[in-house]
């Protein structure tokens, strides 16, 4: 099996669609189509390349079955890169199986009343729809906040939220206040445990037009603070619609009286998606950088959550100055009125006419002021919570990037070793082979410059002083005649510098090769925690961006029927004030 560079050949990681012959796509798929899905599924895995002198690298596959048919809620195109949407196809991440392999679901385990109670409800109840049909009874959401509440301590003034939960089906009602840092390490705590979901996000403390316009009562202004319940309010009914942030134990412990929360927070237990996640080696090795074999498919997210954020922010900015007319014309048209109904006093013939008249700018003042909030809490504050939402995303992706970075770091840092310890092995046998080569010349010198010793059984000294001196030497003695010199190793403080300029480069070789050999292992478990985390990471993050993208289109339908709505009101109310004042001007009389 031989390895492929992933940094230099991309064949590893891409497949075209014309060679996939099972679901299996790799994570990296871009395809020979221009189009790519906005946030599309992640459906694959690295493809095999075999070969018959080398291990294979570990593949990552991951099977996904047809997508079943799509409901009327769904986004029904493909995003390409100057579309302006999400696709959340309804794809599983899991092997498929036959009907009678399916595992029936099972029975969640509840920590609590209020858990079973939450995940009892439909969302519909946390988050109503807006009906098309006006009707003087607004639904309200399960969870309320119904009042905001000034206090003091010893650090200062602020602001406690009475937060009231009532689920009469489960003889559920609860009351609470909490100040908006703890709405805010609330929030903190669920985006650090869940880096896979999109949290949603709470409103901005304050911002700095604030602090300049309102000069250091930002934190009082009843507008602001109106602003922030309403938000905080949507905040904690988006957790309990959400399939895992509304089972977490501190979301429920955050609604009950009489908890300590700093005590919640400290003792929370520790999501299932943080246990065993041991990436310090890994850490070590990456940097940021721009991943040379990017998936196109969340790169086309990425694209698609900076257009997103751009339109939302255009259009929020857009939609403030539209309030900001509004609020300016209801004050116009009531100093309008009270204008003319001065005016009406001083007239005769046509007292009446003018009076009706400023009456009519009396309650377009009226009328006005009242789009003007509805504008605010039906389109600012929905684009508000959005742009914040797709800075939430872009935060869930860039984490995405650090485990893909991981990867593909371990990865090239376990090619580089192996073409070191190839280069090593390389070195070692070649100089083996000079050794050999060296040992048998010297061997056949020795024999060819010296007489060939006659073996005897005489004791060494036995013919000393004899002048018939022969070369023959004691059986005893022939090994020692041929070993090789042995030249004494260097003792103390040559030792030292022997060692410190690498004296012996074969034992420096063998020990850099025994330690390239034992960091391969340790790489290659690396690799492993990385691969796993990856699939892991795409998988989660492709779910919540499907179902943040259907909630998606239920926010904008809803916001856009309200807003809808508020204006047909404000123009039917216009009318009927300007229909009164045509009938009192109708009865002047022309002489």
Known sequence: ???????????????????????????????????????????????????????????????????????????????????????????????????????????PVFTSAID??????????????????????????????????????????????????????????????????????????????????????????????????????????????????????TFLNRVAIHPVLRRDVVFHKFLEPGISWHEALTNAPLPASLINKNKSALQKLTEPRTLRNPDRQFGAAEDYTLRFSSRMSHALNVERRLVKLTQESSQTYSELGATFNAWSLSE????????????????????????????????????????????????????????????????????????????????????????????AEGTLGHRQHLPPPSISNEVPGENRGQDNQSSTIPANTFSEYYRPAITPRPQGFLATINSLIDNDPEVTRRNTISKTRDSLVSLEEQRKIALKDLQTANSEIQDDLDRFQSRKIVDFRNFFLSYAMAMKEYHRRSVLAWEEAKSAVDQISLQ
């Open 348 to 439: 005769k013939d046509l007292s009446e006419a003018i009076d009706q008249v400023g009456q009519a700018f009396d309650s377009m003042s009226t009328v006005t002021n009242q789009l003007a909030q509805a504008m605010e809490e039906r389109m600012t504050d929905p684009l508000q919570e959005y742009v914040l939402f797709s800075k939430a995303i872009e935060k869930l992706l860039n984490w995405r990037h650090d485990r893909h970075v991981e990867f593909e770091v371990v990865t090239e840092t376990i090619h580089n070793k192996k073409k070191t310890l190839q280069k090593l092995e390389a070195s070692e046998l070649e100089a083996q082979r000079l050794a050999a080569a060296l040992r």
């Open 116 to 233: 079973r109670a939450i995940f009892s409800l439909p969302s519909t109840d946390f988050m109503p729809l807006t009906s098309s049909v006006p009707s003087t009874i607004t639904p309200e959401p399960v969870i309320k906040l119904m009042s905001a509440e000034k206090n003091h301590d010893s650090t200062g003034s602020f602001t406690t939220y009475l937060i009231h939960t009532e689920i009469p089906s489960f003889h559920i009602d609860l009351e609470t206040k909490h100040r908006y840092s703890e709405f805010e390490a609330f929030q903190k705590y669920l985006v650090r445990s869940y880096p896979t979901v999109v949290v949603p996000p709470i409103p901005e403390k304050h911002t700095i037009s604030d602090y300049a316009t309102k000069q250091g009562k930002a934190k009082d202004d009843p507008v602001t603070i109106d602003k922030r319940k309403r938000m905080l309010e």
């Open 1 to 107: 099996m031989a390895f492929v560079d992933p940094l230099s050949d991309p064949s590893p990681f891409y497949t075209p669609p014309a060679q996939i012959s099972s679901p299996t796509q790799s994570i990296n798929n871009p395809t020979d189509s221009s189009e790519f899905d906005s946030y599309g599924r992640i459906t694959g895995g690295f493809e095999e390349h075999s070969s018959d002198d080398e291990p294979s690298e570990d593949l990552l596959t991951e099977n996904a079955p047809e997508p079943p048919p799509k409901s009327d809620m769904e986004a029904s195109f493909v995003g390409s890169s100057s579309s302006l949407d999400y696709d959340f196809r309804a794809t599983s991440n899991s092997t498929s199986q036959s009907p009678t392999e399916t595992k029936a679901p099972q029975a």
